[in-house]
């Protein structure tokens, strides 16, 4: 394997890859339940907070996909500009089309909308990955499911800072999240939106995904009974015990990101194991996960809008309809419109992105199950 091809497209976990497609419905899970209490003239249906689960599994994800994935980019002259224009191309793109058709929707259809209203500062900061407070005083951005890109971005921007000073990612960003995480137990969070969204322990979901990445790096082995009373263990306690919503600190951290991590460390760790049983499938919807992230909730509005002119109000229709519309839908858009976006941003930046010279050969042969990044 050249180097260059290890950077593009690096092998794969492909039972990581395909653990993302279920955090994804998880989060789908929950937005159906809003929509059925909000659209469907049902305000007692309970709305359901497994979608907090989705999202601490795709950041301990985020924080392992960017460590097995780029260890023979530390100490690698431009690594750090490399690593940060991947992640622009990979993710801007497509997320400036999704904020885009929100904005077109907010400010021509504004009846279709529930939680957003036209506010510049707002939309500037929104495009710009800032949190930022919206109309009702929460912090959230224009396209409302964007506020977890917004921890995205800023983890990449501190990986990105690790590559450039050729410093381990796994210390030096670990310790900064540590730091913030620190600090927000001696100062009022709640003064400023940056404060609320990063001095808070759910960043420290990525650290737990960075650990679980050195882990498969350095080849640990774990007991596989182990491993597996690990995933059944995060698996109860994502699934039973509740929290509060949109909670974002350590009682979530505790019940959610610890249980996830359990997940996303099971399955990677039990990867030899798993590859050959996962069917392609799966692992091509585990792909798909991000354009279906961003484009779920413009295809839950619009199916919400046909099945209630058709009359059907039953939330056992409801459910699978929008599930299955939603991830043909998002494999659609990630077929026709995210890889080629992605195909020509890249093309494009060519010229400024590592060459396979600037990488060290040795090892990239011997780790080949590395995911997607």
Not at 34 to 45: C, D, V, Y
Not at 78 to 95: H, M, N, T
Not at 173 to 189: E, H, K, M, R, S
Request: net charge positive.
């Amino acid at each position: 394997m050249k180097p260059e091809s290890y950077i593009d497209q690096p092998g794969i976990y492909i039972g990581v890859q395909s653990l993302r497609f279920f955090a994804a419905l998880a989060v789908l899970w929950a937005h159906i339940t809003l929509i059925i209490h909000e659209r469907f003239g049902k305000p007692a249906f309970p709305i359901s907070d497994i979608g907090f689960t989705g999202v601490a599994i795709f950041f301990v994800i985020s924080g392992f996909v960017m460590y097995v994935s780029t260890p023979y980019l530390i100490g690698v002259n431009g690594s750090g500009k490399d690593f940060a224009l991947r992640r622009i191309i990979r993710l801007v793109p497509l997320y400036w089309i999704a904020t885009t058709l929100k904005l077109l929707i907010v400010l021509f259809i504004p009846s279709e909308t529930f939680h957003s209203s036209f506010m510049p500062f707002h939309t500037i900061a929104s495009y710009l990955f800032i949190a930022a407070r919206n109309e009702a005083g929460d912090i959230s951005p224009l396209h409302a499911v964007g506020w977890t890109l917004n921890y995205e971005m800023f983890f990449y921007f501190l990986f990105a800072i690790a590559l450039h000073f050729k410093k381990s990612p796994l210390f030096f960003v670990g310790g900064i999240l540590i730091a913030l995480v620190i600090a927000g137990l001696f100062f009022d969070p709640f003064t400023t939106p940056a404060f609320v969204a990063y001095l808070q322990p759910i960043v420290l979901q990525f650290l737990l995904g960075m650990f679980i990445g050195y882990v498969c790096v350095k080849g640990w082995k774990v007991n596989t009974y182990i491993l597996v009373l690990m995933l059944m263990i995060g698996l109860y306690i994502d699934l039973t015990v509740k929290v509060p919503a949109y909670d974002l600190g350590w009682e979530s951290f505790l019940v959610v990101g610890i249980p996830s991590a359990l997940i996303v460390g099971g399955v990677a760790l039990l990867e030899p194991k798993l590859q050959h049983w996962i069917p392609v499938t799966l692992r091509q919807l585990g792909d798909s996960t991000y354009s279906l992230y961003l484009f779920h909730p413009f295809i839950f509005g619009v199916m919400a809008f046909v099945l209630v002119s058709i009359h059907i109000y039953k939330p056992t229709l409801i459910f699978p309809v929008m599930i299955v519309c939603a991830v043909i839908g998002g494999w659609l858009i990630y077929r026709y419109l995210e890889l080629p976006l992605t195909k020509f941003f890249r093309k494009l930046a060519k010229p400024y992105l590592l060459s396979h010279k600037s990488l060290p050969v040795t090892g990239l042969e011997s780790n080949s199950r590395k995911i997607t990044a």
